[in-house]
């Protein structure tokens, strides 16, 4: 069975067994809708420092959310031994760790998607006008969460303190993805609007990097 | 005493002597900076800790990729005692840095791309040795942990080139970098790195010792307990 395949079919079942439950969704949204509310109280931003300060909120919101909902993607499945059973299945240990991967994005960029009218109205900050673009941005800047985030689950998941533990061992590898994606996203949202290549460039490279990374390691990651 | 330990004794010596070389030099044959003044002297000991740092921490990586080919313990014992070390010479840099920046720039600490960026190394690295005291299994613990280390040493460039275009858009803080340096400077710099060098590996093999004997202490224990419950069955 080839590799797409295979992430397929995790996909499907992380997808299914994610909209019966609607656990991560929930919680998370409800996470990230608390950030921005908190981050309001104590930093009381004029209508100016919002547009400076959003974006970089607007990412640590989604940094945390994501290394808090990235923990079950594999914690999950050595409830019941589930890795093991997958494991077993005659694929590519990397087509797992794809398919776990692309429902990490799906999520986290659903979240993204509902979070971010809620963000443009309580801020006062004009997404629409540029929305084609930021939506590029998100989808590379959350791709190289989710690959990372996924990654690292199935570090975490095999030590104790898990839960604790991911957000330590992701939140300092992502710098290089929040520095870019805020840089990305305060350009569009700023007057003009302009599209940072450089940043955008430097997305790019994190996600191919980290990509190529957890292909060539995932054999490791999902070992006994 | 076996040759082994003669050995040892005469590369400590040799290590110790060099230190000592070093820090007269540092203190006493490179001439005095015209406007930073005896401060700038700090410079000996901040810079070549860095570069040492950066060495240790690539002695990790390489530690790494050879437990995951090999999966033999010692790559692993000596990955984990070149972290240590490496993390204790960043230290030394993040904390002689401040000293050095409060007389010359009149602030502790800037979020300069250097600064922010050795930061950062010292922060995944920290995760890293903290993710081991995690994992109770020796196997796994090396296993687990080699893939992270590697994941981690694979975004130091990325972690160095973002910092560096974020703060290249900012004011920039006024360091040293530019100018040539006087050719003494230059001869002790390197004499404080060899220095440094050697501290760094009697440290790791020190460290790497420790490693090995307490993997034995732990084989032991695991047999003694073996026997024990064995004993037990024959009892009952």
Not at chain 1, 120 to 126: D, G, H
Not at chain 1, 170 to 198: K, Y
Request: aromatic share 12%.
């Amino acid at each position: 069975m080839s590799i797409a395949r295979a992430a397929a079919i995790v996909l499907a079942k992380e997808l299914r067994l994610e909209f019966r439950s609607r656990e991560l969704l929930t919680t998370t949204l409800v996470f990230v809708l608390m950030v921005i509310v908190l981050f309001s109280f104590s930093f009381d931003p004029t209508s100016e420092e919002s547009k400076r300060f959003g974006p970089g909120l607007l990412w640590i919101a989604f940094l945390f959310a994501g290394s808090l909902m990235l923990n079950p993607s594999f914690a999950r499945e050595q409830a019941n031994d589930t890795l093991y059973a997958l494991r077993l299945a005659p694929v590519e240990p990397f087509g797992i760790l794809l398919g776990k991967i692309l429902a990490n994005l799906a999520f986290l960029l659903l979240t993204e998607l509902l979070l971010l009218p809620v963000f443009a109205v309580l801020y006062n900050v004009a997404v629409l006008p540029v929305l084609g673009r930021l939506v590029v941005v998100l989808l590379l800047g959350t791709l190289g969460l989710a690959v990372t985030g996924t990654s690292f689950s199935a570090i975490s998941a095999q030590a104790r303190m898990r839960e604790l533990l991911l957000p330590l061992l992701l939140l300092p590898v992502l710098t290089p993805v929040l520095i870019a994606s805020v840089e990305c996203t305060a350009g569009l949202l700023g007057d003009p609007a302009e599209l940072r290549m450089n940043w955008l460039n430097v997305l790019i490279a994190f996600d191919v990097i980290f990509l190529a990374a957890s292909y060539l390691l995932c054999d490791t990651l999902l070992e006994e | 005493m076996n040759s082994a330990e003669k050995r040892d004794r005469a590369v400590t010596l040799a290590v110790a002597v060099l230190v000592m070389i070093a820090g007269y030099a540092a203190l006493f044959v490179a001439p005095e900076e015209r406007t930073m003044r005896a401060i700038q002297r700090i410079f000996y000991f901040h810079v070549p800790s860095a570069w040492t740092a950066f060495t240790a921490f690539f002695i990790v990586f390489i530690c790494n990729i050879v437990y995951l080919v090999r999966r033999e313990l010692k790559w692993d014992w000596l990955g984990v005692s070149a972290a240590e070390v490496g993390l204790a010479f960043c230290t030394a840099v993040l904390v002689t840095g401040p000293i050095w920046a409060k007389p010359v720039w009149g602030i502790w600490w800037t979020w300069d791309a250097r600064l922010t960026s050795t930061f950062v190394l010292w922060l995944m690295y920290v995760s890293y040795l903290l993710l081991r005291t995690l994992l109770p299994d020796p196997e796994k613990r090396a296993r687990i942990s080699a893939a992270f280390g590697i994941f981690a040493f694979l975004d130091v460039p990325l972690v160095y080139f973002s910092i560096w275009l974020w703060r290249t858009q900012h004011p920039q803080p006024v360091i040293g970098g530019g100018g040539s340096l006087d050719p003494t400077m230059w001869k002790v710099l390197m004499t404080c790195w060899a220095a440094l060098l050697g501290v760094m590996i009697l440290m790791v093999r020190q460290r790497y010792r420790l490693e090995q004997l307490r993997h034995e202490a732990e084989e032991l224990a695991h047999a003694a307990e073996a026997r024990a419950s064995a004993s037990g069955g024959e009892l009952a």
